[in-house]
Each structure stands twice: as C-alpha cells, then as structure tokens.
C-alpha cells in the first residue's frame, strides 16, 4: 500500500493518483535524458529553444547507438575507442575499416648533375 498525503480535497484518490503518476513519467523522462543525453544546462530560456537543444541530442544520441548497433558490433575495436574516434574526426572523414594504408613514400631526388667533388692534391 501507497500513503499520498495531499491538501487536495476537491479531487478523487484516483485522480490524485493519476497527477502523481504523470509527474513521475515526467521525473523518468528528466532523470534519462541527463543520464543519456549529456544535458548540463539549457542555452536558451525559450520554449522553442529548449526544445531545439532536446531534439538535437536526441538526434545525436539515436545517431550513435544506430552507430553502435550496427557498425560497433560488427568492428573488433571497442565501442569506446570507435566513439573517441568519432569524436576527435567529427568534422573529417575517416576510416571506419581498420584497413589502414601505409603513407606514400616521399618521392626519391635524383640529381641531374652529380655533386662538386673537391679534389686533393
């Protein structure tokens, strides 16, 4: 048995239940998106922003477990150093295939005339 004390009296148990159990969904939804999302604070005071600021980690959060589900199981590297790696190339392409190319060799100099030789006598 659950005890709810309230100074309500114009609503029903039910209904005050109800409010309860709403406020609590509310409470997960906070709870995970710090955990998830990395949210430490809002940048903006509008409605509009912060619900900006929320899709936009939802999108980035969805993005890497997609991420994680498909190419992270598929890869014998760990899913922490994949997402270290993604994080640092985020705005540069990189390889994802472990398949890594050696660097080209620098061209070798040849000389079209020998060097001058000093000569002893």
Same mark, same amino acid.
């Given at each position: 048995?659950?005890?709810?004390?309230?100074?309500?009296?114009?609503?029903?148990?039910?209904? !005050?239940?109800?409010?309860?159990?709403?406020?609590?969904?509310?409470?997960?939804?906070?709870?995970? !998106?710090?955990?998830?999302?990395?949210?430490?604070?809002?940048?903006?005071?509008?409605?509009?922003?912060?619900?900006?600021?929320?899709?936009?980690?939802? !999108?980035?959060?969805? #993005?890497?477990?997609?991420?994680?589900?498909?190419?992270?199981?598929?890869?014998?590297?760990?899913?922490?150093? #994949? +997402?270290?790696?993604?994080?640092?190339? +985020?705005?540069?392409?990189?390889?994802?295939?472990?398949?890594?190319?050696?660097?080209?060799?620098?061209?070798?100099?040849?000389?079209?005339?020998?060097?001058?030789?000093?000569?002893? !006598?």
């Amino acid at each position: 048995p659950l005890s709810l004390v309230t100074n309500d009296f114009q609503r029903s148990a039910q209904e !005050i239940a109800q409010l309860y159990k709403q406020r609590w969904n509310i409470e997960l939804f906070f709870k995970n !998106i710090k955990q998830n999302l990395k949210i430490k604070t809002f940048w903006g005071r509008s409605e509009n922003a912060v619900k900006i600021q929320i899709y936009v980690a939802l !999108i980035a959060f969805l #993005l890497l477990k997609l991420f994680k589900e498909t190419y992270a199981k598929a890869s014998k590297i760990s899913v922490k150093l #994949l +997402l270290s790696r993604l994080k640092v190339a +985020l705005l540069a392409p990189f390889n994802l295939t472990n398949k890594t190319k050696p660097p080209p060799k620098p061209p070798q100099y040849q000389y079209t005339k020998p060097q001058m030789e000093l000569k002893w !006598i």
